[in-house]
Structures are given as structure tokens and as C-alpha cells.
Nanobody, 118 residues
Framework: QVQVVESGGGLVHPGGSLRLSCVAT????????MGWYRQAPGEERELVAT???????TYADSVKGRFTISRDKAKNTVNLEMKDLKPEDTAVYYC????????????WGQGTQVTVSS
């Protein structure tokens, strides 16, 4: 059973930065896509950013230019660099691994809380 574990959440002031990391118990390159999603209270889970096995990235419009998804092959992690954070970025952030890219074999972490508040 593949497990993914997030880390790096916390409390930050508006305009601040955070870096989230996700480590998997299998090589991240065995996944067709890995990504970050978030869920705010009372809202549905939404896509933040994804990166495919060949390095193609996608971002939600709300985070373009502020967030960057990347991979660290040596550490087997997928990272999310978040800059210029806004209160509306407050949510639980989840790491996701989609083995075939069609949602037929998907793995989720437990989530890490990000709170942006003054």
C-alpha cells in the first residue's frame, strides 16, 4: 500500500511564504501525476498544482505566479513553494499521487493545515 505524507504547514502572515513537502513510500516517478489539492472549511477540495512524470505542471488560476510545484528526486519528494500568501489560501493541503493519470489508482495524504492570518 502506497502512503504519502505531507509536512510543512503552519501559520503565516499575509504576504509570507511556506514550503510544503510530500514524501511517498514508492518512487514518485512511478506515479503518472503527483499534485497538491486544498480544502477550506465548508468548501470542496480543489486542485492547486500538479506535476506529471515528465515534469509538465499545471496550476489553479488563483495560485499562478505565486506557487511553484517541483520534485526532488534524491529525497523522493514533491514540494509546493508558496509565496505572497493570502488569507484565502487558508486550507488543509493534501498531497495526491495518481498512478495512471485516470483516477483509477489514487493515493492521498492526511493533509497539512496552512493558515494565513494577521
Amino acid at each position: 500500500q502506497v502512503q504519502v505524507v505531507e509536512s510543512g504547514g503552519g501559520l503565516v502572515h499575509p504576504g509570507g511564504s511556506l514550503r510544503l513537502s510530500c514524501v511517498a513510500t514508492t518512487t514518485i516517478f512511478s506515479m503518472y501525476t503527483m499534485g497538491w489539492y486544498r480544502q477550506a472549511p465548508g468548501e470542496e477540495r480543489e486542485l492547486v498544482a500538479t506535476i506529471t512524470r515528465i515534469g509538465t505542471t499545471t496550476y489553479a488560476d488563483s495560485v499562478k505566479g505565486r506557487f511553484t510545484i517541483s520534485r526532488d528526486k534524491a529525497k523522493n519528494t514533491v514540494n509546493l513553494e508558496m509565496k505572497d500568501l493570502k488569507p484565502e489560501d487558508t486550507a488543509v493541503y493534501y498531497c495526491n499521487g495518481d498512478r495512471f493519470g485516470d483516477n483509477s489508482d489514487v493515493y492521498w495524504g492526511q493533509g497539512t493545515q496552512v493558515t494565513v492570518s494577521s
